[in-house]
């Protein structure tokens, strides 16, 4: 489960940050049934198994903070037993999954504070906090019109453009990533997702940073939402991940070079605010 668990995150199968720190989380659950000599096979077992974890996506902070919690709960406590060290396992991974899931609602109900029936909406790329957002809001009887990019090169937003159609009360089209600045002129905001915030500057899905240009240019405010603890004061610093050029192209390149980094840096200057489980933030 954690091998198989690590080679999703790495194949970006799951696309939400949040959703991927919780099933991380949840894989280490795996070693609980697993048979352990000592405390310290245990331990090593468990700091081993997080640290594949970890490092399928570096980029991830959620990831990687819910991941160290567990690891950190375990050992604080200085289990005496392995059955001990088992149930402490099994407490903090439910721990920290309930407060990444109540942190991504919280995130979502704050937002419906911000958000207006009738606006136009482009989004970029899969966030489940953007979508409980609107489920949220549409629940509530709110209306909206919503421009769901493609998130090339893998296409991620189309996954967004097919969950948005089920909701009673959004009226979505889906536009390439470079049609970006034909529709934004006919937009209220931009509403994003995070990845994290770390020094200045929000990472997400490439792409984020020239809708987030053109959105400053043409005064169309970008909202970001997301789990407070994506936003990132020290202990971590970002690592943009480059996937392989087949998913630009399929046929061997010959004679130049393809480059596919999965995030893009934008100045926090470009942002609106970014609306947590905390509140909201201004920049």
Excluded: W
Excluded at 231 to 250: K, L
């Amino acid at each position: 489960m954690i091998d198989e668990t690590a080679e999703e995150i790495r194949e970006m199968q799951t696309h939400s940050s949040s959703v991927v720190a919780v099933k991380a989380t949840r894989a280490l659950t795996e070693l609980t049934e697993r048979e352990f000599a000592t405390v310290e096979e245990y331990t090593r077992a468990l700091e081993r198994n997080a640290a594949v974890l970890r490092r399928a996506n570096p980029s991830h902070a959620s990831l990687q903070n819910a991941v160290r919690e567990v690891v950190h709960q375990v050992e604080a406590d200085d289990p005496e037993t392995v059955e001990a060290a088992k149930t402490l396992t099994e407490t903090a991974i439910q721990d920290v999954v309930a407060r990444v899931e109540a942190g991504k609602t919280r995130a979502a109900e704050n937002a419906l504070e911000y958000l207006s029936d009738g606006e136009t909406i482009l989004t970029h790329d899969y966030s489940s906090t953007v979508i409980e957002a609107l489920e949220q809001a549409t629940a509530r009887g709110m209306t909206f019109d919503v421009y769901a990019t493609e998130a090339r090169p893998r296409y991620i937003g189309r996954k967004t453009a097919r969950r948005l159609a089920t909701l009673d009360g959004v009226e979505v089209t889906l536009i390439t990533d470079s049609a970006h600045g034909h529709f934004l002129e006919g937009c209220t905001r931009v509403l994003l997702g995070m990845d994290c915030i770390v020094d200045g500057f929000l990472y997400n899905r490439v792409g984020t940073f020239p809708i987030a240009s053109t959105a400053a240019q043409l005064d169309v405010p970008v909202t970001v939402l997301g789990s407070a603890a994506k936003i990132v004061t020290e202990g971590f610093a970002f690592e943009n991940e480059y996937r392989t050029p087949v998913e630009v192209m399929a046929e061997p390149a010959e004679g130049f070079a393809i480059e596919n980094p999965a995030y893009d840096a934008t100045p926090v200057s470009l942002l609106e605010s970014a609306i947590t489980d905390e509140g909201r933030r201004t920049f």
